[in-house]
């Protein structure tokens, strides 16, 4: 990296870093809709065995995903969300509607329904406000406001 590059901090950067490669955000796709055993992942996502076993080593060494034995012989291990995993579901979800509005916008491949009864469409919002979160809403500048760490 040439010397006057001086990367922004950034949570994005921060987050990209752990989860930002395909095969870890389709493993916790995965495992949000119920498969929870590492054959069931892999099938289902495309990766390769050894790629996908690094990615769920990562995945849990980050507190991201816990694992569960339920068989002894041969040990075999189930992966669960914890916390920090399930509250990547929304981004799972924005990252869906994003692809569905600029990839798939005819023929979407998967659609939710929400428990209100409609077909889910997830808005990020202010929890302050309830207004939709957009870059530079409500800044005059077009910036958004940031506080150094």
């Known amino acids: 990296m040439p010397k006057d590059v001086s990367p922004r901090p950034c949570s994005i950067a921060d987050t990209l870093e752990l ?5 870890s955000l389709l493993a916790i796709r995965e495992i949000f809709h119920g498969v929870r055993r590492f054959d069931g992942i892999v099938r289902n996502t495309g990766a390769s065995r050894d790629i996908l076993t690094a990615r769920l ?5 980050a507190g991201i995903l816990r694992r569960e ?10 992966y669960h969300l914890t916390p920090a995993g399930r509250d990547l579901g929304d981004v799972l979800l924005t990252l869906m509607k ?4 600029y990839l798939n916008p005819d023929d979407p491949p998967v659609r939710w329904q929400h428990s209100c009864g ?16 957009r870059q530079g809403a ?3 500048t077009g910036r958004g406001v940031r506080t150094d760490r």
């Open 118 to 133: 409609n077909v889910l469409d997830p808005v990020v919002t202010c929890a302050h406000c309830g207004r939709p979160a």
């Open 98 to 101: 994003w692809g569905d509005r």
């Open 19 to 23: 989860v930002g490669e395909r095969w």
């Open 69 to 78: 034995r339920y068989s002894d012989h041969p040990p075999r291990f189930e």
């Open 57 to 61: 080593r990562k995945l849990e060494a």
């Open 138 to 140: 409500h800044s005059p």
